[in-house]
């Protein structure tokens, strides 16, 4: 049977899912995904694949995903008949066939992430599940630059990781990690090869921590190197965590 792989962008709320995986009895991003595909394919079971898990209440901008389909749809049906059966926190943003050697997860060369503080006094509602509330409390975001530069390159990153990350070789390359400050936001971007569970999360808490004075610029590079998990800061809340982009090599 001739099999076509098509390659999708995704884009999610993830407000109201337990995580992307497939978990039984529980709602989550790639079961959603999967339901639609086999209601395409008449009940015949397809499976997608990510670039990769995401946590409990985090969003995504532009997460990857992949599939196999005997189907010979054109390729702008395939987004139509997704998203009328998705649900609305989930929305295919972008589809195209792709050659068969493609995965999504291991042909992957990057990723990016960003993540999100507020400064409103108050918390609008609307926003409360989608960025980290400081309040008018202003971390010192030049402190917080300062340290960015201690993560930049290639370092063993034990120290950010969640004691659950299944992987050995904590070995990453950050390539860039900026933060931004936009009307009442306070704004991280950061890229590298790949990231451990809660790496960018565990990021986020310790130079918020800088950023509070708990800890000084040059404590990172201590912290990178002592690979011990409880020397960084907390891990920060899932819900200002956003996957905004993955990429591949032409």
Same mark, same amino acid.
């Given at each position: 049977?001739?099999?076509?792989?098509?390659?999708?962008?995704?884009?999610?709320?993830?407000?109201?899912?337990?995580?992307?995986?497939?978990?039984?009895?529980?709602?989550?991003?790639?079961?959603?995904?999967?339901?639609?595909?086999?209601?395409?394919?008449?009940?015949?079971?397809?499976? +997608?694949?990510?670039?990769?898990?995401?946590?409990?209440?985090?969003?995504?901008?532009?997460?990857?995903?992949?599939?196999?389909?005997? !189907?010979?749809?054109?390729?702008?049906?395939?987004?139509?008949?997704?998203?009328?059966?998705?649900?609305?926190?989930?929305?295919?943003?972008?589809?195209?066939?792709?050659?068969?050697?493609?995965?999504?997860?291991?042909?992957?060369?990057?990723?990016?992430?960003?993540?999100?503080? +507020?400064?409103?006094?108050?918390? /609008?509602?609307?926003?409360?599940?989608?960025?980290?509330?400081?309040?008018?409390?202003?971390?010192?975001?030049?402190?917080?630059?300062?340290?960015?530069?201690?993560? %930049?390159?290639?370092?063993?990153?034990? /120290?950010?990781? +969640? +004691?659950?990350?299944?992987?050995?070789?904590?070995?990453?390359?950050?390539?860039?990690?900026?933060?931004?400050?936009?009307?009442? !936001?306070?704004?991280?971007?950061?890229?590298?090869?790949?990231?451990?569970?809660?790496?960018?999360?565990?990021?986020?808490?310790? %130079?918020?921590?800088?950023?509070?004075?708990?800890?000084?610029?040059?404590?990172?590079?201590?912290?990178?190197?002592?690979?011990?998990?409880?020397?960084?800061?907390?891990?920060?809340?899932?819900?200002?965590?956003?996957?905004?982009?993955?990429?591949?090599?032409?």
């Amino acid at each position: 049977m001739q099999m076509t792989r098509v390659k999708a962008v995704v884009a999610y709320d993830g407000t109201n899912f337990a995580g992307y995986q497939s978990q039984p009895s529980m709602r989550t991003v790639q079961s959603e995904i999967d339901k639609a595909l086999v209601k395409i394919h008449k009940d015949k079971k397809i499976h +997608s694949v990510a670039s990769g898990r995401t946590d409990a209440g985090v969003h995504a901008n532009g997460q990857v995903i992949h599939f196999d389909t005997p !189907l010979t749809l054109p390729l702008d049906r395939w987004q139509t008949a997704l998203n009328v059966l998705l649900p609305m926190d989930i929305r295919i943003v972008g589809v195209e066939f792709i050659d068969e050697k493609f995965h999504a997860r291991y042909s992957a060369t990057g990723k990016t992430y960003i993540y999100k503080w +507020s400064y409103s006094e108050v918390h /609008s509602p609307f926003e409360r599940n989608y960025s980290v509330h400081l309040g008018k409390w202003h971390p010192d975001v030049q402190r917080m630059k300062e340290a960015t530069v201690h993560f %930049l390159g290639t370092h063993d990153f034990t /120290s950010f990781c +969640s +004691s659950k990350t299944a992987t050995s070789n904590k070995v990453r390359t950050i390539r860039q990690l900026t933060l931004e400050e936009q009307g009442d !936001l306070l704004i991280m971007t950061i890229e590298g090869d790949g990231f451990l569970y809660n790496m960018v999360r565990t990021i986020a808490g310790t %130079l918020l921590a800088v950023g509070k004075g708990w800890n000084t610029p040059a404590d990172v590079k201590r912290i990178l190197e002592s690979c011990d998990r409880k020397e960084a800061g907390k891990t920060a809340p899932s819900h200002g965590l956003y996957l905004d982009s993955v990429t591949y090599n032409d």
